[in-house]
């Protein structure tokens, strides 16, 4: 009998009882590695001692001497039987919190890579943010997505209704007097707990709770659209800037992983030259009292609420400005939804170069969000395009008689948790954000033309953009 399978049978006759700390350490320090007591006692018996063997080799790590054999658990055959032994395989830990921890690798590069290990800042050191209306977007999405953000943790919220805040409060761990009605807003100037504060407010108050949030001192991240007109874009902008804040557009698509490849793909020239987009940003909306269809609230219907997806992100994908624009609206005559705000707007942008982008937003048919650049030599489909999850995209070309039609699957994100995370590191390292005031600003200029372009049935001129990006901070670190 090998010296192994005397090791094993040692284990085997010890399996209907408890074993005693000192002969399992015994048996450990003799090279048979407890894993198979724990893990293979059963099956050694009836595979026999090859394959006992095979499981047996030593482990490095932590040296038998050390371990803990106090823990006992009762194994599928019911056995009682030491836990496995606790060791930590090589891993290179460096110093630094935002440096990963590099893990021992063990998959091979046919695969695709998992991401590198999360470097969550502690929570004493992540940028707390004050949450301004506690409505479907704040409550839905804003408020979980903070469980995967790295740099960013609720704080505070404002609310006109002090019921929401009690509960809201007690959810999430925020203090009672952290509480503010609209009232008290201003009092988040005395918070040193708050350094952001993201208005989630109907667009018409955007514009209000930005000029009077910066007077606060906190930096501003604003829901899009960023407002009703340019013209407020302008006053935020300069209030911003007169308090010396940071202001932020939650353009949330410019976060995404999908949208973003498919840009690098674009910039890339992957498959030659954008030639046109095809953009698509529709939904089904209902009660004719919701803030959404009233034009004072919202400024307009689709067009500001969804169809600025298909706008912004073009703009985001091209990195050039529209030159030109050619809209259409329309309204169901009759329908309360569509009294103050349009069910519809079909627009056309004109990008230097010839690039032509076509869109169409719709607040009365079901829910459609994708986009497809068509290049010289293929296409790119973005499904999903503007949704918070389930990004699909398909690209197209030929190889030799081959059409070529692939898949790509990148690990999703939480583009909420992104966007927010990269606010909090501009403030962190006193950065413009990447998509700054001025980004909004540039797309209401364009969604007046459109809505100029609409009424007078005739394209509108665009003053001249010259340059790339010319509207964006710097690109934001891959979280
Ligand atoms: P919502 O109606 O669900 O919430 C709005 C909140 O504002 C509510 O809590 C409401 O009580 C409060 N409020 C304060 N004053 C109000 C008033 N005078 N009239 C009505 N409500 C008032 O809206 P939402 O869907 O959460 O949208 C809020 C903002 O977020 C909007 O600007 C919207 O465009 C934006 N949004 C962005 C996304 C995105 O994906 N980035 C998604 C949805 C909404």
């Known amino acids: 009998m090998s010296f192994t399978n005397e090791l094993l049978n040692t284990v085997l006759r010890h399996a209907g009882q408890e074993v005693s700390r000192k002969e399992f350490l015994n048996l450990a320090g003799r090279g048979l590695a407890v894993g198979v007591a724990a893990g293979t006692l059963a099956s050694c018996q009836s595979d026999g001692p090859a394959k006992a063997t095979a499981a047996a080799t030593p482990t490095t790590g932590t040296p038998a001497s050390e371990v803990d054999a106090s ?217 004719p009292d919701h803030w959404r269809h009233k034009k004072d609230l919202a400024g307009g219907g689709a067009l500001p609420d969804i169809g600025l997806y298909c706008l912004n992100t073009s703009r985001f994908l091209l990195g050039t400005e529209p030159t030109e624009v050619f809209a259409h609206s329309y309204s169901t005559p009759g329908n309360p939804l569509f009294k103050e705000v349009e069910e519809m707007m079909t627009f056309q942008l004109r990008f230097p170069g010839g690039i032509v982008v076509d869109s169409i937003t719709h607040y009365n048919t079901h829910d459609s969000r994708y986009y497809r650049v068509n290049t010289e030599r293929g296409w790119l489909h973005l499904d999903n395009a503007y949704a918070y999850t389930g990004q699909q995209l398909k690209t197209s070309h030929a190889e030799g008689e081959a059409k070529m039609q692939n898949q790509i699957t990148i690990p999703a994100k939480n583009q909420f948790a992104a966007e927010m995370d990269h606010f909090s590191e501009c403030i962190l390292e006193n ?49």
């Not at 708050?194 to 989630?200: D, F, L, N, R, S």
Request: charged share 25%.
């Open 71 to 287: 823990t006992i658990y009762t194994a599928p055959s019911g056995q009682q039987v030491p836990s496995s032994e606790a060791v930590s395989p090589p891993a290179k830990v460096p110093a630094g919190l935002d440096k990963p921890i590099e893990l021992e690798a063990w998959k091979s590069d046919v695969d695709p890579k998992s991401g590198p290990v999360p470097t969550p800042l502690p929570p004493d050191k992540r940028v707390g943010y004050a949450l301004v209306g506690l409505g479907h977007l704040t409550l839905e999405e804003l408020l979980p997505a903070f469980g995967e953000c790295k740099k960013s943790k609720p704080v505070a919220l404002v609310s006109g209704s002090p019921e929401k805040l009690k509960k809201v409060a007690q959810q999430y761990g925020i203090k009672p007097e952290s509480c503010y009605s609209y009232q008290d807003y201003e009092k988040l100037k005395d918070n040193p707990d708050v350094q952001a504060i993201y208005i989630v407010l109907p667009n018409s108050l955007h514009a209000e709770y930005v000029i009077r949030g910066a007077k606060t001192g906190k930096h501003i991240l604003c829901e899009k659209p960023m407002a009703n007109s340019a013209k407020e874009c302008e006053l935020m902008i300069a209030a911003c800037k007169q308090a010396n804040v940071k202001l932020m557009v939650a353009y949330r698509i410019q976060y995404e992983p999908y949208n973003r490849q498919v840009r690098d793909m674009i910039r890339d020239a992957k498959f030659g030259k954008v030639k046109y987009i095809q953009a698509q940003n529709s939904q089904s909306s209902a009660n």
């Open 431 to 479: 950065k413009q954000p990447h998509t700054p005031g001025e980004e909004g600003l540039q797309d209401h200029r364009i969604m007046d033309a459109i809505y100029q372009s609409a009424r007078e049935n005739r394209p509108v001129k665009l003053p001249e953009v010259k340059g790339t990006d010319v509207f964006r901070g710097p690109e934001p670190k891959q979280a």
